[in-house]
């Protein structure tokens, strides 16, 4: 517990300081007690006399209501003050707000008249007719009327941007809170770059990723080996037992790399400079908190946003269904304690998941009844837990795989309040899957809103919209447990 009240707290400071600490003057730490609250709250109460007694589900709701709201008004309290005839931040600026990072804070500097014309020439009145032009300090709203389709206007008011000016400018293309949409230029960090002195980027660094592979290998390998059944007296006594964790940390490792490498390769589709997929090592818990890329380039559009964010749920799925599904046929079935759960490996309920049901009757058929659990294989633990990551991956909030296809299923803002109900509804989830509990109180950390693409306008297609909706059918499948009838009918 207190391992995870560390990590908890070392996430939530790191994010609350990356999303917020340039919008207000408020201390970052006053920021993070705040949200750290309810966990402190709950930890403390896990630790007292009082463990065994059920938390007080008003106490709980209020500390999740009020919590969130004392760190919005903390917010606001600590904004900078706006200057005489400034404009109060808008829903513009916030939409351009990652782009505006990347370009490292460059401010826009005074446009002379023969370039407001020239940028008044850029876009076409048949295509996107330019009504108005907002100076901020660090971008150009371009606000008009949108004549043609998202997708037209956008490559040709970029196509004469880049003619006239370059790459000086990023084009982006966003939904108003009008429903219009307007355009933004903000400077162009490749271009700042190439002012620059000459120094190579280093994208891809193999050494670093083989090296966190390594370690991530022996730490699962020795988790493994504990999920084997060795004890730290028999290890001791014969080393060689260690690698009894292989079947475990390799079959894990494929899957976790194998759905890194799903963004990877959509990432490559579209040229958007990726790092290779980092494992990060521990050594206790799983034996690894999962792996990452990092995509160093502005996503181009919303299409691009699907494609890379499901990508790697999909390519993690048809790793750890074939592994799960022979983990579980060779796993053993054991009596149903009070203690069965998604989580507990030693004795696994299978009702406890709509998927994990139905993959349990297909490895196990007639020998697995209603009043039995599974004493998981350690391949069976690699892919349920393969499962789990997947589902977990899928939530549709902030920048999680899910709140990417919903941002680019329904757009940024629709997308955001999904995020916002889903949190609750996970919440409400805690009361069947306990396990999930540290996950729901992470998804109040995680903002909300997804950075946008440079053309978060231009909608789907009707295939990426119908793939988006089986997969977040997917996710309701592995987090939901397993009705009474089809549970009866199963078993």
């Not at 990652?98 to 002379?112: N, Q, S, Y």
């Not at 000086?168 to 219009?180: H, S």
């Not at 592979?213 to 007296?233: P, S, W």
């Not at 999962?290 to 299409?303: D, E, K, M, Y």
Request: charged share 15%.
């Amino acid at each position: 517990m207190l391992i995870l009240l560390l990590l908890l707290s070392i996430f939530t400071y790191y994010v609350v300081k990356k999303s917020v600490a340039d919008l207000t003057r408020t201390p970052t730490w006053m920021l993070w007690l705040v949200m750290m609250i309810p966990a402190f709250v709950l930890a403390f109460w896990s630790l007292s006399d009082r463990a065994d007694e059920p938390f007080p589900i008003a106490v709980l709701l209020g500390l999740f209501i009020v919590c969130p709201v004392l760190y919005w008004f903390l917010i606001q309290w600590g904004r900078t003050p706006q200057k005489a005839g400034q404009q109060t931040p808008s829903a513009q600026q916030t939409a351009t707000e990652a782009v505006r990072a990347a370009a490292e804070k460059a401010a826009i500097p005074p446009l002379e008249k023969e370039e407001e014309a020239t940028i008044q020439h850029c876009f076409p009145w048949s295509v996107y007719y330019l009504q108005n032009i907002e100076y901020r300090p660090q971008a150009l709203i371009c606000k008009g009327q949108l004549r043609s389709s998202p997708t037209v206007a956008y490559n040709t008011v970029r196509a004469n941007i880049e003619t006239h000016f370059g790459k000086r400018f990023l084009v982006v293309f966003q939904e108003g809170l009008n429903g219009k949409p307007f355009f933004a230029l903000v400077p162009n960090p490749e271009r700042q770059k190439a002012n620059q002195p000459a120094r190579p980027e280093k994208l891809a660094r193999p050494g670093l990723a083989l090296g966190l592979l390594v370690a991530t290998l022996f730490t699962t390998t020795m988790v493994g080996a504990f999920i084997a059944g060795v004890t730290e007296e028999s290890w001791q006594a014969d080393p060689n037992l260690f690698w009894l964790g292989l079947p475990y940390a390799l079959s894990l490792l494929l899957i976790l790399g194998t759905h890194e490498f799903g963004h990877y390769m959509a990432a490559q589709r579209y040229k958007m400079k990726a790092t290779l997929p980092y494992f990060i090592p521990i050594p206790f818990f799983l034996g690894t908190f999962g792996a990452f890329i990092q995509l160093r380039s502005p996503v181009p559009n919303r299409r691009a946003l699907f494609d890379v964010g499901i990508a790697g749920p999909l390519a993690g799925l048809v790793m750890a269904l074939p592994l799960l599904i022979w983990g579980l046929a060779h796993s053993e079935i054991v009596p149903m304690p009070e203690t069965a759960s998604l989580l507990n490996f030693e004795a696994l309920d299978p009702g406890a998941s709509i998927a994990l049901a139905l993959l349990s009757k297909l490895a196990l058929g007639s020998q697995l009844g209603m009043d039995q659990a599974i004493h998981l294989h350690p391949v069976a633990v690699s892919g349920c837990l393969g499962l789990v990551v997947t589902a977990l991956n899928l939530m549709p909030v902030g920048q999680l795989d899910g709140g990417h296809i919903v941002h680019a299923m329904y757009g940024q803002r629709n997308g955001a309040i999904i995020g916002q109900v889903c949190r609750f509804l996970v919440l409400g989830l805690t009361f069947v899957h306990s396990e999930l509990f540290i996950w729901a109180i992470l998804l109040f950390f995680i903002p909300a809103i997804d950075e946008p693409a440079l053309n978060d306008v231009s909608e789907l297609d009707d295939k990426r919209d119908l793939l988006g909706l089986i997969t977040l059918t997917l996710l309701v499948l592995i987090v939901l447990p397993t009705p009474g009838p089809l549970k009866a009918l199963l078993f």
